[in-house]
Every structure is written in structure tokens, then in C-alpha cells.
């Protein structure tokens, strides 16, 4: 029998209880063992839970049971989940989790403990809800070279960006909708400033290229600024506005990482996800493209990520950690203003009336063209952040909005 704690018994961690409860003759056939919840921590009790007597409020009872091999942390936030998840490790507990912030955070310093210790620690819930992409990252792309990973990451914003472009609503509105449905937060600003995306796709890029960028490091925007306009406009021309992570490493073996609102064409599939859903674009060299897409939140999808990595685990408990990872320093990353993409602008247009040849002499190439309420939308060819800077500091005109282009 395998005996299990889980720290944490909100949304994941009673989805991962009952998980593990109702799918059990599935798991024991999986596995050919029983896991048995020992242990559930948790501030609170929950005298109606069938689970009521299994909520501890020390952790150190957890700590200290030798029967406890598996630990499966669901708190959210740095602390104490960081401390717990360490300590659990130094004792010699496996360790699985769904904490993005604890892994974008500590990840360096968790998998090193857990090498150090005969143990593993597996992160699969961390990204992507019940979408499984970290561990196809881990070990079905060892023979490919991962050139780029793009990511409808988040499931609040996208859920928002899907109600402004189908129904034209202000952001407000949609936030105000987001919270009602349970989507956002009561303070939703890791979702709708960019910071929840942020961590998932340094924990992809850590992956990808085995360096471990801290998020604050990353060029992050949120989807604040997205105008009911700029959503129609978009629209207008066949695209859709997405809140994109992104990662690539460039030629001279440097890695970029950023989160910002992208313009996306019809032609890409992360154009056509919408509502709470999540997708992964990873471009290798010898695969090409391959999409993952999936509940990207939610309390089983995420809670059957959990229980997966829980089951390699009971499946295989003899073996070890594999994976590691070292700190990104500023040299091992591209300076944003490199970064090369098409821009979507829309500028203030006082008389109504454009001159495409002046349009062009200030961006270069253009296209899609729109004229509207006093002013003009276009997409540019593809040029540098630093030359798209020099080029708006030269125009006289109100930049509204500023969009980067994913082709």
C-alpha cells in the first residue's frame, strides 16, 4: 500500500482526494497497489468531508510518519509550500505539485534536493491544468531540438479576450463577468497582468532549454490595456487578440521569454481556442509543430494531473530523479528590444483621412488598413522592438494601441 498525504484541501486538493476515491479499482489495476490518503493538511476541518478524519493541522505529523512516501502539495502561494515541499524531500518523500509559483520560484533548488535524497519531484499540474506537457516535454522530445514553445496559458484571460471579441465588451464588463463564474480572482491581477503566464512559461522554457528564468526577469504585459476597440478592429481584419507565453532560443543560443497580448491569424490553431481552454504550440527542428490543447484550470482536470504524476510514482518507486536544471544569468538571455515580430497599431486620425504612402515612410510595410472614429488601424511588416520605439517616437500621432503579431 501506498500511502499518500496531500497538503492543501481546496479546489485541487479535494479534486485530487476524490480522484483518487472514485477512480480507485482503475488506479490499483494501474498500478497493482492501493493508495491510501493518510493524511490530508489543511488550516481548516471539514466535519461533513468523508475524508474528516484524515485533516491534520501539523504538518510535522506528516513529516515525521515513516508509512508517508509520497507527499502531493496543492497550498498555492510560495510559503509555506516551499518550505513543506524542501522538508518533505529531505526526509525522503517523492513530492508532486500543482504550485506554478513554488516551481518557477524554487524549482533549481527542489529538483537538486530531490536528486540528493534518492527521491522525485514532479510538476505536471503546474502548467496547463489536465493538459499533459510537461511530461511529453521531459522525455518525448529528447531526440528534437526545441526551437520555440507558444502558449495560450492562462484560462481567465482567454475566457475574457473570447467574451470581448464575441459579444464586443469592455474589459470591465468581462472581468466583472470572470468573477461572477468563479474564473478571476476577487484581486485578479495574476491572471489579467500577465503574472500566472509568466511563471508557466519559464518552467516550459526551463524544459526546453534546461535554464531557469526568474519570472520578474521576463517581459511581461497583461491584457489591461486590450480596448473593446482593439478586439473589434482585430476581429474586422480575421484576427483574435490571445494573452501568448513564449519562449525560443535564437542563433546565438540565448533564450527569450515574455508574456504580452499577440495578434493572431486565422491560420495559427491557438487563434481558434477560446472560452477557459488552454493550448501549447511547441515548433521543434525534426517534429515541427506538435499542439497540446486541453482544460487548461478546473478542479479535476487539474486534479487528474496530480494524481498521474502520484501514480508514475507508486508505479515506479524505486526510481530517481533525472531532471535538472541551473539559474538563467543575464547572459544567457535575449534582450527584448531583439525581438523580432509584426506589429498591430492603432493611432489617432484627427481628419479621417489617410495617405498610405505616408504610413508607409513612417512603418514600412503595412497592410489591412482601417479607418475608423478618428483613427487608423494597421498591421507593419516585421521589424525590432527597438526599431518599432524609434518609429513611434517620430509620429505626432496618439498610439491607442500596440499589439505584436504571432504568425
Known amino acids: 500500500m501506498v500511502h499518500v498525504a496531500l497538503l492543501g484541501f481546496g479546489t485541487v486538493g479535494s479534486g485530487t482526494a476524490e480522484v483518487l476515491t472514485a477512480n480507485q479499482s482503475m488506479i490499483e489495476s494501474y498500478i497493482g497497489d492501493q493508495i491510501h490518503i493518510k493524511y490530508i493538511l489543511d488550516l481548516r476541518d471539514f466535519p461533513e468531508s468523508p475524508f474528516a478524519d484524515r485533516i491534520v493541522h501539523d504538518f510535522n505529523v506528516i513529516l515525521n510518519d515513516p508509512e508517508v512516501s509520497l507527499v502531493a502539495e496543492m497550498m498555492g502561494g510560495a510559503h509555506p509550500a516551499y518550505d513543506f515541499s524542501k522538508a518533505a524531500l529531505e526526509a525522503g518523500k517523492h513530492v508532486v505539485t500543482s504550485n506554478k509559483e513554488v516551481v518557477a520560484t524554487f524549482g533549481i533548488e527542489l529538483l537538486e534536493t530531490a536528486t540528493a535524497h ?34 495560450i496559458l492562462n484560462g481567465t484571460t482567454n475566457y475574457m479576450l473570447t467574451k470581448m471579441k464575441d459579444e464586443g465588451l469592455a474589459f470591465d464588463t468581462v472581468l466583472r463577468d470572470a468573477q461572477k463564474k468563479g474564473y478571476a480572482e476577487r484581486n485578479p491581477d495574476a491572471d489579467i497582468k500577465g503574472k500566472d503566464a509568466a511563471r508557466k512559461i519559464v518552467i516550459l522554457a526551463a524544459l526546453a532549454y534546461g535554464k531557469l528564468i526568474s519570472p520578474e526577469d521576463i517581459y511581461t504585459e497583461g491584457i489591461t490595456e486590450i480596448s473593446d476597440m482593439a478586439t473589434t478592429l482585430a476581429t474586422q481584419m480575421g484576427y483574435s487578440i490571445k494573452l501568448i507565453g513564449h519562449t525560443e532560443r535564437i542563433a546565438d543560443g540565448r533564450v527569450l521569454a515574455m508574456v504580452s497580448p499577440r495578434l493572431i491569424p486565422p491560420s495559427n490553431p491557438l487563434s481558434h481556442i477560446t472560452d477557459v481552454f488552454n493550448g501549447i504550440l511547441v515548433e521543434t527542428d525534426m517534429l515541427g509543430t506538435t499542439m497540446f490543447y486541453g482544460r487548461g484550470a478546473g478542479k479535476l482536470p487539474t486534479a487528474g494531473a496530480v494524481v498521474a504524476d502520484i501514480l508514475d510514482i507508486a508505479r515506479r518507486p524505486a526510481e530517481k530523479n533525472t531532471l535538472s536544471w541551473v539559474a538563467a544569468t543575464a547572459d544567457d538571455l535575449a534582450p527584448m528590444d531583439d525581438y523580432v515580430s509584426g506589429h498591430f497599431l492603432i493611432l489617432s486620425n484627427p481628419d479621417g483621412k489617410i495617405d498610405r504612402d505616408v504610413l508607409r515612410g513612417q512603418f514600412g510595410e503595412i497592410k489591412q488598413v482601417i479607418c475608423s472614429d478618428g483613427t487608423v488601424a494597421f498591421i507593419t511588416g516585421a521589424m525590432s522592438e527597438k526599431e518599432l520605439a524609434k518609429k513611434l517616437e517620430q509620429t505626432d500621432r496618439i498610439v491607442f494601441s500596440h499589439i505584436r503579431l504571432l504568425g
Do not use: H, T
Open 118 to 151: 534518492g527521491v522525485r519531484y514532479l510538476f505536471e499540474a503546474s502548467v496547463g491544468g489536465g493538459i499533459p506537457v510537461i511530461r511529453p516535454l521531459m522525455n518525448d522530445f529528447n531526440s528534437n531540438s526545441i526551437l520555440a514553445i507558444d502558449g
